[in-house]
């Protein structure tokens, strides 16, 4: 069963401290615009209709990134893209909007995630482990 978009945003806003459903909205889009642009294939469309469909258009949306970013520079370019942001506030951002796509996602499809993304993502997921 896919997670309606109010359901989404409310544990995004929940996650993350969020004072507003507009802050939380604009952390989801960013973040899942970085990470459709390095998630391809079947795991792209697989986590895509997991999520709900404006989530999903923002993660099938991008080009393939030309290089696959760290997990430190996923967090540096969550940080340009979001106003007033700096890598602190972004890491939180990245962290609230990633752990509920992985929960969205389950154990079996995030494993698969993670196997196309450089090492460390797991923390951003909020795994605590690599999986």
């Known amino acids: 069963m896919v997670m309606r ?4 945003l409310a544990a995004v806003q929940e996650r993350g401290e969020y004072s507003t459903p507009q802050e939380a909205e604009r952390a989801v889009r960013v973040v899942l615009a970085l990470l459709g642009a ?3 294939g ?8 997991r999520l709900p469909e404006s989530c999903a258009l923002v993660l099938l949306d991008p080009l393939p990134a030309a290089e696959p970013l760290t997990p ?8 340009a893209w979001i106003e007033g942001a700096n890598e602190e506030t972004a ?3 990245v962290g609230a909007v990633l752990s509920v796509v992985a929960d ?5 499809l995030m494993r698969r995630v993670l196997l196309q993304l450089p090492p460390g993502y797991d923390l951003l997921f909020g795994r605590s482990q690599p999986t």
């Not at 079947?42 to 209709?49: K, Y």
């Open 104 to 108: 969205s996602a389950g154990e079996e």
């Open 91 to 93: 890491k939180w951002d």
């Open 38 to 40: 390095h998630v391809v």
């Open 5 to 8: 978009w109010d359901a989404f």
């Open 42 to 49: 079947a795991e792209r469309a697989e986590l895509a209709a």
């Open 72 to 79: 430190e520079r996923f967090v540096r370019a969550t940080a």
